[in-house]
Structures are given as structure tokens and as C-alpha cells.
């Protein structure tokens, strides 16, 4: 079975990135969309990624455009989006599909290793996974679930 490290992605920039290099930290994996009412959630993540970043997490967003179409611009206005309105400064990958045939590698796995109130499909944008520093998938969070109230379950996983 494939694990978490052994995933690629392909970041914002165009370049393959391996799950691999974050072997070692507590990554959040987000599905995120410029245009949806839980878009302000940049701005917590955000914060959870610069407070945590030396103890060892790691956000990821991967921009999806299948939850009401809040999602259409290509990569520069994403950068804009994020940068520009949020400040976010963790990684951000190329628009995926997370539900369907052409779901990404990482969705496919984390939502067959984590499944939801919808089974194996994610509901809406900014659903949230949480990787143990291990690899393995530990704990999947709604798109209502704030950073602010993820973490406590973040800084327990960091063990800090």
C-alpha cells in the first residue's frame, strides 16, 4: 500500500514536489478555494503554520475548484489570492480535483485512509487532514472546523 511519503504533488510554481520532504513534520493537508465563505480560514492556517513551523508543521493547500466553482482562477491569481489578501506563506500545489475519477494521489489516499461522513468523499472546500510526522494519517477535520479550534489536537500531535 502506498504511503503519504511516497506521494508527489505539483506545487503552485510548476515543480513536482515529494510528500517525502516533509517526512519528519506534522503536516495539515487543506483543500482550499479562493471564493468560498470559509476562505478567511488562510488567515488562521496561516498563523498555525508560523507558530508551529519550528516545532515541526507544515501546511499544505491544494486549491480545488469542484465545490460551487469557488475556485476558477489559475495559478497567479491563486498567488494573489493567498499572498495578497492572507499572507500565506506555506506551500500552496496546482488546483486538484479531491472527489472523482481524477482525484488527486493525495486525496485518494487520505480519504480512504481517513473517511468521512460522506465515506470516501470529502464535502467541501477547506476539509482538513492532519499526518503524523510518521507518515500516517491521524485525524480528518470538517471545513467548519476553524485552525483556531484545530489546535490543541496540532499541538498535542507536535508533542510540544
Given at each position: ?9 505539483t ?11 516533509y ?7 487543506v ?5 468560498c ?22 501546511v ?22 493567498c ?5 500565506v506563506?506555506?506551500?500552496m500545489?496546482?488546483?486538484?480535483e479531491?472527489?472523482g475519477?481524477?482525484a ?6 487520505l ?6 461522513v ?23 477535520f470538517?471545513?467548519i ?5 484545530m ?10
Amino acid at each position: 500500500m502506498t504511503t503519504f511519503h511516497q506521494l508527489n504533488a505539483t506545487s503552485l510554481q510548476g515543480q513536482i514536489i515529494s510528500m517525502a520532504d516533509y517526512a519528519g513534520k506534522l503536516v495539515l493537508v487543506v483543500n482550499t478555494a479562493s471564493h468560498c465563505g470559509f476562505t478567511p480560514q488562510y488567515a488562521g492556517l496561516e498563523m498555525l503554520y508560523k507558530k508551529y513551523a519550528d516545532q515541526g508543521l507544515v501546511v499544505l493547500g491544494f486549491p480545488c475548484n469542484q465545490f460551487g466553482k469557488q475556485e476558477p482562477g489559475g495559478a497567479e491569481e491563486i498567488t494573489q489570492t493567498c499572498r495578497i489578501n492572507y499572507g500565506v506563506s506555506f506551500p500552496m500545489f496546482e488546483k486538484v480535483e479531491v472527489n472523482g475519477d481524477a482525484a488527486h494521489p493525495v486525496f485518494r489516499y487520505l480519504k480512504e485512509a481517513l473517511p468521512g461522513v460522506l465515506g470516501g468523499r470529502i464535502k467541501w472546500n477547506f476539509t482538513k487532514f492532519l499526518i503524523g510526522r510518521d507518515g500516517k494519517p491521524l485525524k480528518r477535520f470538517a471545513p467548519i472546523s476553524t485552525p483556531e479550534k484545530m489546535e490543541a489536537a496540532i499541538v498535542a500531535a507536535l508533542k510540544i
